[in-house]
Nanobody, 124 residues
Framework: QVQLVESGGGLVQAGGSLRLSCAVS????????MGWFRQASGKAREFVAA????????YYGDSVKGRFTISRDNAKNTVFLQMSSLKPEDTADYFC?????????????????WGQGTPVTVSS
């Protein structure tokens, strides 16, 4: 079975940076499109970023463009989310997800596998 494990979340001051990691096992990581989503308390799940198989095609949610960067290391079966210029409104649980086809998507329902999430709290 495919498993995704996020790490790197924590507490950071506004304007600071964090780097999230998602380790994937039990599948062919190099043939998965990968995505990051987040969900704040009491709010709906929100698309953050996505990356294709080769890492040369990325998409970002409007609220994080210019501040967050998604990347992947296929040799290590890991996807990353580098977050900078963090704002209190970035506070949420961040989830890694895998899509098993070659078509990159921002729609959560099209991702087959999900991690448990890692919390990010940004203080003002």
């Amino acid at each position: 079975q495919v498993q995704l494990v996020e790490s790197g979340g924590g507490l950071v001051q506004a304007g600071g940076s964090l780097r999230l990691s998602c380790a994937v096992s039990g599948g062919t990581f190099s043939r998965y499109c990968m995505g990051w989503f987040r969900q704040a308390s009491g709010k709906a799940r929100e698309f953050v970023a996505a990356i294709n198989w080769g890492g040369d095609n990325t998409y970002y949610g409007d609220s994080v463009k210019g501040r967050f960067t998604i990347s992947r290391d296929n040799a290590k079966n890991t996807v990353f989310l580098q977050m900078s210029s963090l704002k209190p409104e970035d506070t949420a649980d961040y989830f890694c997800a895998a899509d098993t086809d070659q078509f990159i998507t921002i729609m959560a329902y099209q991702y087959a596998y999900w991690g448990q999430g890692t919390p990010v709290t940004v203080s003002s």
